[in-house]
């Protein structure tokens, strides 16, 4: 199997090009160097030249509150560089798996989002992710709709190595507890993307590490793990007010996945053990 992977120096990228070539298959890794999605002739001439079985699409303007001050770029990369590569790969019938966000809803109430519920996003991120859904729905005929949230790689920045930058000038933090959701390790993550773009179970889907938390309990057992003292208080998140709106609920039902054969993956505080191990 011959598989294009975009965005392929991110953190979801890079896991994704080394589960691929564990198994055997042909990666092949683009970034904006070797093809700029927001260019449609140059999207159509490499996924064409490169003669692929399917396409994961990880690329992605992810900058949340930056977003909200460059609306165009953002929609430009997320919404209609996504449309350059649906269209192709429905035009060569191929596979297509777009890497999306809880972000899509609009983040109310305690229920856990099931893949098919109403579409709501709450900030310009959001709403340009769900632009790009629609169109992997309307022009790519074997599409994977993959949602994730809280990610956390070995490139790039996240959460986790916030916490550890700021454990090493602080010995006291505040962490918003309003906000409930599950981290997903980049590293499992790509296990489950391989498995699903190695089937034909096409639709809309959910993927983060098991358990349901708040970012507190995030912090918490992050310096818990670390073995790092750290007086961790809990607060609102009006005492973070930030220019795009987040959500307070970020619970994803991850039932699709073993109704379809698929694993789920393992309990985030695992995923972090094996995470702090790494980059220690």
Request: hydrophobic fraction near 40%.
């Amino acid at each position: 199997m011959k598989v294009l992977v975009t965005g392929a120096k991110g953190q979801l990228g890079t896991d994704v090009m080394n589960e691929l070539a564990k198994r055997g298959y042909e990666g092949i890794g683009v970034d904006v160097e070797e093809m700029d999605i927001t260019d449609a002739a140059k999207v159509k001439e490499v996924i064409t030249a490169a003669g692929v079985d399917a396409v994961i699409h990880c690329a992605a303007y992810t900058a949340v509150d930056a977003a909200e001050d460059n609306v165009e770029l953002c929609r430009k990369i997320n919404a209609e560089g996504t449309v350059n590569i649906a269209k192709v790969c429905g035009d060569l019938d191929i596979k297509l798996m777009y890497i999306s966000t809880d972000y899509v809803f609009n983040g109310q109430g305690t229920r856990p989002w099931e893949p098919d519920d109403k579409r709501e996003p709450l900030n310009v991120y959001g709403q340009t992710k769900y632009e790009g859904e629609l169109a992997v729905e309307k022009y790519a005929k074997k599409f994977f709709t993959v949602r994730i949230a809280w990610v956390f790689g070995v490139n790039g920045k996240n959460f986790i190595k916030t916490m550890l930058q700021l454990a090493e000038n602080h010995d006291a933090l505040t962490v918003v507890d309003d906000q409930v959701g599950s981290p997903t390790y980049t590293y499992d993550l790509a296990v489950l993307l391989v498995d699903m773009i190695s089937s034909d179970k096409y639709g809309r889907y959910h993927a983060t590490n098991e358990g349901m938390i708040s970012w507190y309990e995030f912090a918490v057992e992050i310096f818990r793990q670390a073995g790092i003292e750290m007086k961790v208080t809990p607060v609102s998140s009006e005492m973070y007010p930030a220019k795009a709106k987040r959500p307070s609920n970020s619970r994803m039902s991850k039932d699709k996945l073993e109704e379809n054969g698929f694993n789920r993956l393992p309990l985030w505080q695992d995923a972090l053990k094996r995470y702090l191990e790494i980059i220690k």
